[in-house]
């Protein structure tokens, strides 16, 4: 039996043995195992295709496979059979991060093959880049010649083994890869190569390097377009932190400037984080047939504890909700995606409350939307708490003398501590929040997506309530809560 055969079968009869209590409603997981990051996604013959890193038989990091799963929303999911095992010389120890590419109605897959050089593994391995083909989306063929990049085509000045997550894009005639690496001595950077025909590459040049602050290794380079600006974002290995920002062990980020494709530069005005809150990792994009720019991302962190598979509970990882990546002016906003809209149930509304201390509200769960409007008149400090219960609660509260929103999960429950802050203006005097919570996860949305933070928690089962606090007089303009089923 093939190893893609084996790791099927395998799911098929494990996924009984899921533990529930902390399965998200409407992000997608594995279904069954370890996931990390999202790969291949691609809008594909009317559906929406993610591919994601995965290890079917533990829900620990282990030899990756690519799960597979459709959507016609991005929000419902319906898993498919795993799509690369690690099976040939050139892979055989991890298919690991790529993208996807349609080209004359058939699916093109590109990854990286992780082989280790020596049996004690650790450090001694090499990454060479491969290829997959598909006519209808679900059963791939490797390319016969692999691997389409070899070690030889390696620049100088470039990891000879950290070599990984291509990112094919097409511009006029011309296919690109964008591959994630360092330059030996601890910088990150991303190297560039173009071809005619995705078989024969050519390299182009060291796309951009970082600097001692942003990071040591840059993993899963991706783009955008837009019609003035290009975006360019890596998710960057041990980024120093800066005062409030990159306390997280790896920081996504992106830089705001021009690609230069003829010379295959890429020079920026300044870089942001993508998520400032603690789970965000390894964002890919894809355009979909409305012209929008659809982002989703990894929903854990490395060198975190992972609950789920602490506890035993057959599964670790998940996906963020997926966002809408829009220009506005000179700066870039994420947004939840409009589809999740269709899925709101039992509205609860309230308007022009004015509050002072804290107010437990008549309604509570653990998988819903929020949509809240704050004008924090005398209050130097405001918020909600959800999840909360006798003695948890995650909280989510902006100080209006620092300018800063704070996302704490101190007493949120089982799962990591800790807190995170980002410096927020107010708009016309009022703060804007969309709230996502889904049983484990929370993702708040600040001033229509200038800023979005994201965290996974792991709360108590008769943790459900939630309440809007304020340390002064503040009026809630607008509160609405819907459950998501």
């Given at each position: ?6 790791a ?12 529930q ?8 997981m ?79 897959l ?23 083909i ?33 990112r094919?894009?097409?511009i ?10 360092n ?21 182009v ?12 290794n ?49 020079a920026?005005t ?21 012209g929008?720019v ?28 997926p ?5 506005i ?18 509205e ?9 201390g ?8 653990i998988c ?46 089982i ?6 802050k ?64």
């Amino acid at each position: 039996m093939s190893k893609i055969n084996n790791a099927n079968e395998f799911i098929r009869r494990s996924k009984e043995k899921l533990n529930q209590i902390y399965r998200l409603k409407y992000h997608l997981m594995g279904e069954y195992g370890w996931i990390n990051d999202p790969n291949g996604f691609v809008h594909f013959k009317d559906n929406y295709h993610l591919f994601y890193q995965h290890y079917p038989y533990d829900a620990a990091w282990g030899s990756m496979h690519w799960g597979h799963a459709v959507s016609k929303d991005l929000i419902k999911w319906t898993y498919l059979p795993v799509a690369l095992a690690p099976d040939k010389d050139y892979d055989k120890d991890g298919c690991f991060s790529g993208s996807a590419i349609e080209k004359d109605g058939k699916l093109y897959l590109i990854y990286t093959g992780h082989i280790y050089t020596k049996k004690e593994k650790n450090d001694d391995y090499k990454q060479v880049q491969n290829m997959a083909i598909s006519v209808d989306g679900i059963t791939f063929e490797k390319y016969e010649r692999n691997p389409i990049i070899d070690v030889a085509q390696i620049p100088d000045k470039a990891s000879k083994k950290d070599f990984r997550d291509p990112r094919v894009f097409k511009i006029d005639n011309t296919y690109y890869l964008l591959i994630g690496s360092n330059d030996e001595h601890g910088i990150g950077q991303a190297l560039m190569y173009k071809s005619t025909d995705l078989v024969k590459w050519e390299f182009v040049n060291i796309l951009l390097k970082g600097n001692e602050s942003t990071g040591i290794n840059w993993e899963c380079p991706d783009i955008v377009r837009f019609d003035d600006r290009d975006i360019l974002f890596v998710s960057a290995q041990y980024m120093r932190p800066n005062g409030i920002y990159f306390k997280n062990t790896h920081s996504s980020i992106y830089f705001i400037g021009k690609l230069n494709v003829d010379e295959g530069k890429f020079a920026y005005t300044d870089y942001y984080l993508v998520d400032y809150g603690f789970d965000f990792y390894a964002p890919q994009t894809t355009v979909d047939k409305h012209g929008r720019v659809i982002m989703i991302a990894w929903m854990n962190m490395w060198e975190t504890d992972l609950v789920t598979n602490r506890l035993g509970h057959n599964w670790a990882g998940a996906m963020t909700l997926p966002r809408e990546v829009i220009k506005i002016g000179e700066e870039i906003y994420f947004k939840p995606i409009s589809e999740i809209v269709k899925y709101r149930k039992n509205e609860y509304s309230l308007q022009d409350i004015e509050l002072n201390g804290e107010v437990d509200l008549e309604t509570n769960g653990i998988c819903y939307e929020i949509d809240a409007e704050f004008e924090p008149q005398d209050a130097y400090e405001f918020g909600v708490k959800v999840f909360k219960g006798k003695c948890e609660e995650t909280v989510l509260s902006y100080n209006c003398r620092e300018r800063l929103f704070t996302f704490n999960r101190e007493r949120s429950g089982i799962g990591p501590k800790g807190e995170r802050k980002a410096e927020v203006d107010l708009i016309d005097g009022r703060l804007r929040l969309s709230i996502f919570v889904d049983v484990s996860s929370v993702e708040v949305f600040i001033n229509g997506g200038k800023k979005v933070m994201t965290g996974r928690v792991y709360p108590d089962s008769q943790s459900v309530n939630i309440s809007l606090f304020s340390n002064g007089l503040c009026k809630v303009v607008n509160f609405k809560k819907w459950d998501i089923e």
